[in-house]
Structures are given as C-alpha cells and as structure tokens.
C-alpha cells in the first residue's frame, strides 16, 4: 500500500512532534513507567490513524465507456432527480451523493473517460457534510465531464466541517481517463454526482462504494 503525495509532508512532521513529546517525557519527566507507556500508546494510534487516512490503494480499473464509476470511497447518501443550477440552469439531473468518513480513502477519480468541459473552485463554509446545504455553500470545487455524443457528468467535491483543504489535478480542456485520480479531500468530506435522467443507477441508499470499482450508473 501506498501513501498518497497529499501526505507525506505532513505526517513526516507528525512523526517528529511526536517523537520529541515522548523523547522529552522519557528524557525529562519523572512520570512512572505506565504513564509513560500510555503517551507512548496513544501517539501510536495518533500516527496509524492518519497514516490510514492518507492510504492511497493500486486498484485495477477496468475502463468502460458505458459505465459510470465511483469516484471515491464511501457511503451512498442521496439518490434523488433534482436541479442543478450552477452548469445545467436549472435542469434535472440525477443526484447520487457518496459520503466519506475520515477511515475512507480520500483519494478522488475520474468517474468516465473524456474531456474536461468545465471546472470551477467555489471558496465557502464547512457544514458538515451531510447538510442539505452543504453542496451550494461550503467549500467545494465542479467539474464537468463531456463524453461521446455529448453527454454530459457533472461531479462536485465538496469540504465537510473537519475537511479544511480539496486538492485537484485537473484543468478545463484535459483529456482524462477512467479511474485515474483527479483530486483529494482531506478528512471527512462528500463528493455529488449530477447524472442524465436517462442513466441506469445501478446503486442503492446506504451502499458502500469503491472508488474506481463500483458502478454507480450506467449510460445510455
């Protein structure tokens, strides 16, 4: 398994704070040896925790055109025919909401393979994810995937309360791939899909998904 790039910076720095906190505490402190041993035990499970956050799985993608995959891990929270205002005015679309808890990968994927149509960073607040309010007013970026016959699959990553940072790899004009990583969310977070009313999901309310692995919907 690898750790993700998104990482490594910061849990080299975790690893030295805690380090020097139980080096001092063994060096200078005259506490007894349990006391010791329970610092020791939780700057453990301190580092394990976010060492699995930034866990960043080799999964084998099989690409299909027809598919539409997940683009992280989680648990499906919404499926629902709504508006989507911000690139479609107003349309219906299909809704499929994925909600990442902080024990998910974080790593995010492209859901298809095609053209960057669209893509905008929207600076805002951090509700937590769930929030019904949370997709127009937290933190979040869109992008807009055009594939053959000019379909269209928006997706949206969206910070929750703990999530303070959406990374993104992507530019408006790329050609990307299927499965491949576009961005990561740090910590808790939610990432929305907006689909044609004519895609099959393929998914269901409370389902665990895979990024990259599970079909969420496919396409006409």
Known sequence: MKIH????????????????INA???????FGDVFKGIIGG???VIFLFFLQFFRNPTRKIELNDKQVLAPC??????IETTPEDEYFKGKD????SIFMSPVNVHVNRNPV????????????KYLVAWHPKSSTENERTTVVYQLHKNVEILIRQIAGAAARRIKWYIEEGDSVI??????????GSRVDLFLPLDAEIKVANGQITKGGLTVIAELK
């Open 73 to 78: 891990d989680g648990k499906v929270v919404v």
């Open 24 to 30: 001092g505490i063994l060096i200078l402190a005259s």
């Open 42 to 44: 939780v700057s453990l």
């Open 5 to 20: 790039k998104e990482g490594r910076g910061f849990l080299t720095v975790l690893f030295f704070i805690l380090l020097a």
């Open 178 to 187: 299927q499965g491949r990583e576009f961005g990561f969310i740090k910590f």
């Open 113 to 124: 393979t095609g053209l960057i149509k669209y893509f905008k960073y929207h600076p805002g």
């Open 93 to 96: 679309r299909i809704q499929v």
